[in-house]
């Protein structure tokens, strides 16, 4: 009986560890980021998720206006900073420029018909945290 649930014990810590390792070794980008871009006409507001496949980073920009979602290209990250690029509707090709800092983002979205905006983000909280 005592040498079962040693096993059961280390089986759990083992278990435990293996998912402590996982959340290390993930890409500082991946995730769900609420973010804000602020125009003259207001703030325009969505869900920026970053994804990382085979080691490739991609991506959606949904957008919380009923403006849609897009899928993001060229995704890069490296020494903390995030650049991507997306075809939107209603502003067209946009790259977006940003220093990740922990849970939070800074920095412009350039777009091709308006200029470049400042845009921000926080990281959401994964689903069950």
Known sequence: MRSAFSLLLLSA???AGCAGARKATQHPAVGSWSYQIDTPEGPY???LTITQVDGVLGGMLIQSNGGGSTPLENVTFED???RFEADTEAAGRVTGNVTV???TFEGTLNTAYY???PLKGTRQAPDGA
């Open 101 to 103: 800092n922990g849970d």
């Open 115 to 117: 200029g470049a905006f």
């Open 45 to 47: 507001t969505g869900t």
């Open 80 to 82: 903390g900073r995030m």
């Open 13 to 15: 810590l083992l278990l």
